[in-house]
């Protein structure tokens, strides 16, 4: 039996298609295991996933959780501490490395007024009031990436892993399909969901020569 690694950065769209997908607390899709079966019945996926929170702050993580958040016992949900400053893709031996323009596109972080590190406050809504109030007073929100920088930031990234693997590198991009949407004219209402989505996957495009 032939084992193959695959390390994934990203949130739910790289998880449920490659790792697995539940639906009412039943497995309804194994991943790429799934795929294996008929395809390929003699190889394994060992699939390792992390969340992302965004390009920026994956750049800037040192490895290490800010003491700041470290001494605080933060419900984050599906993106813990350890995750968000987490170096793991650049340092685990992978078959593959995929990754996602999804994280650019929809997250917005904040940062830390005096020690400048970058954080996603997940589940903020659940979290005590005391740290609500940390949150408001420590922390200001950052405006959203564009483009530029993310496809920039996405160089810097596959450059970074470079330096360590020569593993094929899938960056998915998303969707323009957006449920609930009912525009019929854009004209005044500004960037869409939809619209953003498009701009990065045109954008992602141009990068890599499509």
């Keep these: 039996m032939r084992r193959l690694t695959f390390f994934i950065k990203g949130n739910v769209d790289v998880h449920d298609s490659l790792h697995s997908c539940r639906i009412g607390g039943e497995l309804a899709w194994n991943g790429i295991n799934d795929v294996f079966r008929a395809s390929h019945p003699g190889c394994l996926a060992r699939v390792k996933h992390e969340t992302w929170t965004r390009s920026d702050a994956l750049l800037q993580s040192d490895g290490h959780v800010p003491e700041a958040l470290s001494s605080r016992q933060l419900p984050l949900g599906a993106y813990p501490a350890a995750g968000q400053f987490s170096r793991a893709i650049f340092e685990t031996k992978a078959d593959a490395i995929i990754l996602s ?10 940062k ?99």
């Design 101 to 110: 323009i999804q994280p650019d596109i929809a997250t917005v972080l904040v």
């Design 112 to 210: 830390h007024k005096r020690e400048g590190f970058l954080f996603y406050p997940s589940e903020s809504e659940r979290w005590r009031a005391d740290d609500r109030q940390w949150l408001k007073t420590d922390f200001e929100t950052m405006r959203n990436l564009d483009v530029a920088e993310s496809m920039t930031n996405l160089a810097l990234l596959i450059e970074n892993i470079r330096e360590q693997s020569e593993a094929p590198i899938l960056i998915y991009n998303m969707s323009p399909i957006t449920p609930g949407e009912t525009i019929h004219c854009h004209q005044g209402i500004g960037e869409a969901y939809s619209t953003r989505i498009r701009k990065f996957n045109l954008g992602h495009a141009r990068e890599c020569g499509h």
